[in-house]
């Protein structure tokens, strides 16, 4: 089964959701706020996918970050932002088997499409 890690009022996360169910792709969803994100979680997305795919940098919860926290360079801090600030992580955030993929574009469909299949 497909795990769609995400935030509830995302916009790309619901409308992932409505394709993986239009799809018939069965799915379950975790909202990174309300059922939270653990570190071994977080570490194994970072190194599957690296921290320049996982977090945004282009949002309101970046820019509203101290330049301390913005200079996050090693895992263990990177973790650590993440955890505290769930809405850095891009979304969403899919996991099958071993493979992680971030986003809802057009490769990601054919992922998951793929990873059903």
Request: hydrophobic share 45%; glycine share 6%; charged share 30%.
């Amino acid at each position: 089964m497909i795990v769609v890690n995400g935030l509830k009022s995302c916009d790309t996360c619901r409308k992932a959701r409505a394709w993986l169910s239009a799809e018939g792709i069965e799915h379950r969803f975790h909202d990174l706020r309300a059922d939270g994100l653990e570190a071994r979680q977080a570490r194994l997305w970072l190194k599957a996918v690296g921290p320049d795919r996982l977090i945004n940098r282009r949002g309101t919860t970046w820019r509203g970050l101290s330049e301390a926290e913005r200079s996050a360079d090693n895992e263990a801090d990177q973790v650590a932002l993440l955890l505290a600030h769930p809405a850095l992580i891009k979304r969403p955030v899919f996991e099958h088997g071993d493979a992680v993929l971030v986003g809802f574009d057009d490769a990601a469909r054919a992922a998951l499409k793929s990873a059903q299949s």
